[in-house]
């Protein structure tokens, strides 16, 4: 594991890259941004932040967020936002898979 160092500053603007898993173009499918789109809005009830800039290309993202003041955990946000993606996308896939050999 990378040992990033991080700075942490209460009320900060942060600007991220995040990438997919071994680069899939996940994001160019409709329903997949519909999942991330949720995800966000998701976290932002328990964990806001202002979005100042959103990039969503096939396989990665660039975003600049501003976080409340008082706050720097930026981290908790981006792993509910992670891991709320991932689970509905594998559920999406199994229900897709599904319906792919009921079909036969």
Same mark, same amino acid.
């Given at each position: 594991m990378s040992n990033y160092r991080r700075a942490y500053v209460l009320g900060g603007t942060y600007f991220f890259t995040v990438v997919t898993y071994r680069r899939q173009h996940l994001f160019h499918d409709e329903m997949a941004r519909h999942l991330l789109n949720h995800a966000i809005a998701k976290t932002r009830q328990n964990y806001p932040f202002t979005v100042e800039a959103w990039v969503l290309l096939p396989e990665h993202l660039h975003?600049? &967020?501003?976080?409340?003041?008082?706050?720097?955990?930026?981290?908790?946000? &981006?792993?509910l936002i992670k891991s709320r993606f991932s689970k509905a996308l594998r559920l999406l896939v199994k229900i897709a898979n599904t319906q792919v050999r009921q079909s036969y």
């Open positions: 975003c600049i &967020w501003t976080l409340p003041e008082g706050d720097d955990d930026f981290s908790i946000r &981006w792993n």
